[in-house]
């Protein structure tokens, strides 16, 4: 591959139609930012997640998917983009569909007049996405800003650069079944504000994330759900054998890492969020908490680490899965820490 | 995580070299900062232990066909990484009628229809459908 031609390439497809693509940790996110961007509101994949209050965790032992428990470090997927909408004043208008050649149809009638549009997807169709990434995952979003020689321009945030796909194939992955069903789901904004003074949703985003993670009751969610986690994890081994704790530990790991969560599971975009919003609230104990998170985030790295040694069966002697649930108290203290803190958070004092 | 720490690793080259991710990280100054990861060991790992679950599934139902017990139809609804209940959900059926065209005499009586609603379903043809290649 060329990289020099790719960036020409990506310059052609700007001149299309004015239509920027910024790639981004997580696509939720990303195709928010990018939308808003293109209708004059310039703002930050982090800051998106941050108002949107996006970072969360939850272990449901009774939600399985693939036979493996539920777990996630981020919001049901859509309510960052509904939730950050909502606070900033932006209006978008949400299409679903039954009938699939029509909604390719509507699709084609957004594109002529000349308005990017983003859809929902399921990753298992999209065929310009590396094959080990493509599972049956039903909601993944990205934006199509272009049609050229029949093949659809399409802008995928967590892309290096923008790409095409065919009719064919993106009708299939707006029609993906299964858990989630995009039902060719296809939004944009219809009013956004051209000036928005951030602060009162940071301070709206940042509360409701905190409350999120630390006053809703019950054992799954939030700081509680990392120390359920922990207390269930430590006795995989014996419970359920080996093999059967490696996969639930890997699946765990693919939550944490993989596509879209810019590492460590949000945690590091969420600093990223605090130290945007400490400067423009400025309040400097805001930074001293994103430095705190990304400690947090680091030891859910080591979290990581320390699991794929354990499932590849290379791990050291003070490895194991005690070591792995003590992590998890610590990051569960350390969290419920600053999130007890930034309930506090007001415009005031 | 410092800039420097993003890690660097795909010994395996799971992502075929087609992309990298963007990571959040900070600079030496404290400041957040993006940067391209190519890939990180312990997710690379789960990755391929979730593959290699998926290869296993195949290769029973593979192992099925080949001793009868099984329709081509499973080998490759395996191959697609549905199940049952997924496949049905494309079909337009009930789960119960997906399960019994697994079963190869079953399979064998299907109407061409059925066959060509299959295959368009799982992008390929009707040969290929009747076959393991």
């Known amino acids: 591959m060329n990289s020099t031609l790719e960036v020409s390439s990506a310059e052609q497809h700007k001149a299309i139609m004015g239509f920027d693509h910024v790639q981004s940790a997580h696509c939720e996110n990303g195709v928010t930012a990018n939308l808003l961007k293109f209708h004059g509101l310039n703002i930050s994949e982090a800051m998106v997640f941050g108002i949107g209050s996006g970072i969360f965790f939850c272990h449901i032992p009774f939600l399985q998917l693939n036979k493996l428990p539920l777990t996630s470090y981020r919001v049901f997927p859509g309510l960052v983009f509904s939730r950050a909408n909502r606070r900033l004043g932006v209006k978008m208008k949400i299409h679903r569909f039954r009938n699939a050649d029509k909604a390719m149809g509507v699709l084609d009638k957004m594109l002529d007049e000349g308005l990017p549009v983003a859809l929902q997807t399921s990753v298992f169709y999209l065929p310009y996405l590396p094959k080990a990434l493509r599972f049956h995952f039903n909601a993944h979003n990205l934006i ?206 | ?10 010994e395996n080259k799971l992502y075929e070299g087609k992309n990298r991710l963007l990571e959040y990280a900070v600079d030496k100054d404290g400041n957040y900062t993006q940067k391209l990861s190519v890939g990180f060991e312990p997710k690379n790992v789960a990755l391929e232990q979730a593959w290699e679950l998926i290869d296993d599934q195949v290769a029973e139902s593979k192992k099925g066909v080949e001793a009868g017990e099984l329709s081509t139809l499973a080998y490759h609804m395996e191959k697609n990484l549905m199940d049952p209940g997924l496949l049905a959900q494309h079909m337009g059926y009930f789960t119960w009628r997906v399960k019994r065209h697994l079963r190869p005499k079953i399979f064998a009586k299907l109407k061409t229809s059925v066959l060509e609603k299959y295959a368009e379903v799982l992008k390929m043809t009707v040969d290929q459908l009747k076959t393991i290649e």
């Open chain 1, 144 to 349: 199509v800003y272009g049609k050229s020689n029949g093949n659809y321009l399409i802008s995928d945030p967590i892309m290096e650069v923008p790409t095409e796909i065919s009719y064919e194939d993106l009708k299939r992955a707006r029609f993906a079944k299964g858990i989630g069903a995009p039902n060719g789901k296809m939004y944009y904004p219809i009013t956004v504000p051209k000036e928005v003074d951030l602060r009162k949703p940071i301070v709206a985003g940042i509360r409701r994330a905190a409350f999120d993670m630390t006053k809703i009751p019950g054992p799954f969610l939030g700081v509680n759900g990392i120390r359920f986690l922990s207390r269930r994890l430590r006795k995989w081994p014996d419970k359920m054998g080996e093999r059967r704790a490696g996969l639930n530990l890997g699946q765990i790991i693919r939550m944490q890492e993989e596509i879209g969560t810019g590492g460590g599971g949000f945690r590091f975009i969420f600093g990223a969020f605090l130290q945007e919003a400490a400067r423009i609230l400025e309040k400097e104990w805001l930074q001293d908490l994103s430095v705190e998170i990304t400690v947090s985030g680091d030891r859910w790295r080591d979290f990581a680490v320390m699991a794929g040694r354990i499932f590849k069966r290379r791990q050291s002697e003070d490895e194991n899965y005690d070591a792995l649930a003590d992590l998890l108290l610590e990051c569960a203290d350390r969290e419920n820490e600053i999130f007890g803190k930034l309930r506090g958070l007001s415009l005031k004092d």
């Open chain 2, 1 to 10: 995580m410092k800039e420097e720490d993003v890690p660097q690793e795909d």
